[in-house]
């Protein structure tokens, strides 16, 4: 009895209002709030936060918080709710029978102008336009699995600096009224490391959203970043993008969407018919995020020079240089892969292209070199990536692989050209955009090689190639 009449009474004595008291525990897993952390939450002013105020702000933060893994990870519920949001505010109208035709109509074409220069497998393929919130109901997975390393590493690089530098200034070097007296800075930033992990993968899940979505808004076809964002046998082309890229480039929309459809059907068939380049590509996306160092030295000078009670400060020094990443030797190797896959596979797509088109589209050399500026000047993917994880996916050295494929396709015709796709091992590194002619010097090489082992092979099994047959019965 006496204890229901004490219930209502908690947030007095706690000196907290009700609902921010309900926020953290939701933050804690439900369990009750230390005392050193309600006495600091007291240092901080938040017992006097307008109670309206509170009301807004805290279901802003349990919506977000819902659901967050105490690891860090992102949360793609949370980034696809933001990236839908973000796609609405721009205004994203749902495709029509007809818009959805044309698309169909367009990628039945492309494939089989591409069939006349590539047997690259193509079974299936089927064109679709999509919605911008289409396409990010379809790619936040893949998203989330790319920068879930970093979120995660941010996180405890955040947390560990943020526990030493409290650890090394003591009770005393803090602002007055921040902890209470006699606690240890340190061991209360270990009671509050899992509310902080979360509050990290949250804010990265926030921040995915928020890309992601810019992204929808700006993409012309479903795998233009070069990622294979749309597994087959989706061929995706987003209708309003390409509208406005014809416009700017003053060429008529049916050619410029025939143009993309033929892009994108070449990339799709080519992660479709080569099982092994999608996992090199998203390994090398991932090897380089999960090794990115974060500058905790940053980190720590950055706290020392801000107070911690000032919460734009606090903002403005995490937008900033504290998480600037600092490769490793592991994250050199993966970003050359990374880099040479996104060349080859945009000058591949572009070789082939050229072919398909070049007989049936009156402006398919301005429309090739408008895509080719728009890839190699820094497209909407570099600045989703450069934001999230530091890493451009830009093709920087596409015109080199392109001149790769020309000269494979010159020496040995297509089949030389796609047989570069064959097998790992064979595939051009980087170094071989800087020699092109050389590896194809080793190619013809190594096929020659080939030919005569085959014909000596065959001449055994037919009884034709020993001199020891006998020379009758």
């Not at 006097?48 to 519920?77: I, K, N, R, Y």
């Not at 061929?235 to 003053?250: K, T």
């Amino acid at each position: 009895m006496t204890d229901s009449h004490d219930l209502p009474d908690e947030p007095e004595d706690s000196g907290l209002p009700p609902g921010l008291e309900e926020v953290l525990r939701g933050l804690t897993g439900g369990r009750e709030l230390d005392p050193q952390m309600l006495e600091m939450m007291r240092g901080m002013g938040l017992d006097q936060v307008d109670p309206q105020m509170l009301q807004m702000v805290a279901g802003q933060v349990q919506a977000m918080f819902a659901g967050a893994d105490e690891s860090g990870a992102v949360d793609a519920t949370v980034a696809t709710d933001i990236a839908r949001k973000t796609v609405a505010a721009q205004g994203d109208p749902s495709v029509g029978a007809a818009t959805a035709n044309d698309a169909r109509q367009a990628v039945d074409v492309a494939n089989l102008w591409l069939d006349a220069v590539t047997d690259l497998d193509h079974s299936g393929l089927v064109g679709r336009a999509w919605s911008r919130s289409e396409w990010v109901e379809a790619t936040v997975p893949v998203w989330c699995e790319l920068v879930d390393p970093i979120a995660v590493g941010v996180g405890d690089a955040m947390g560990n600096a943020l526990t030493k530098q409290l650890g090394s200034l003591g009770e005393a070097g803090l602002p007055e009224g921040l902890v209470p007296p006699g606690t240890n800075p340190a061991a209360m930033m270990g009671e509050m490391a899992p509310m902080l992990r979360r509050m990290q993968g949250s804010m990265f899940s926030v921040q995915l959203g928020q890309a992601v979505g810019a992204l929808a808004g700006e993409i012309l076809t479903g795998g233009e970043v070069s990622l294979p964002l749309v597994p087959a046998p989706d061929v995706v082309l987003m209708p309003d993008a390409i509208a406005l890229f014809a416009q700017g480039l003053e060429i008529d929309e049916p050619q410029t969407r025939l143009h993309l459809a033929v892009r994108e059907s070449a990339r799709t068939r080519l992660f479709h018919a080569v099982p092994w380049l999608a996992p090199q590509l998203l390994s090398a996306v991932q090897d380089y995020a999960r090794d990115t160092t974060i500058d905790t030295d940053a980190i720590e000078e950055g706290l020392r020079s801000i107070d911690p009670t000032d919460a734009e400060a606090m903002q403005q020094a995490l937008a900033g240089r504290l998480f600037a990443p600092q490769q490793s030797a592991n994250q050199k190797a993966a970003l050359s892969r990374l880099e040479t896959l996104l060349a080859l596979i945009e000058g591949w797509v572009d070789v082939v292209t050229a072919a398909a088109v070049g007989p049936h589209l009156p402006q398919a050399n301005a429309l090739g070199e408008a895509v080719r500026r728009r890839r190699a000047s820094g497209g909407p993917a570099e600045k989703t990536f450069a934001a999230l994880v530091g890493l451009e996916l830009r093709p920087r050295r596409l015109r080199d692989a392109a001149n790769l494929f020309a000269a494979l396709e010159s020496s040995g015709g297509s089949a030389a050209r796609d047989g570069a796709w064959a097998h790992p091992d064979m595939a051009p590194a980087a170094g071989d955009l800087d020699d092109p002619l050389g590896y194809v010097e080793r190619q013809q090489a190594a096929a020659a090689g080939r030919d005569d082992f085959d014909a000596e092979l065959d001449a055994f099994l037919s009884g034709d190639g020993g001199d020891d047959e006998p020379s009758g019965a």
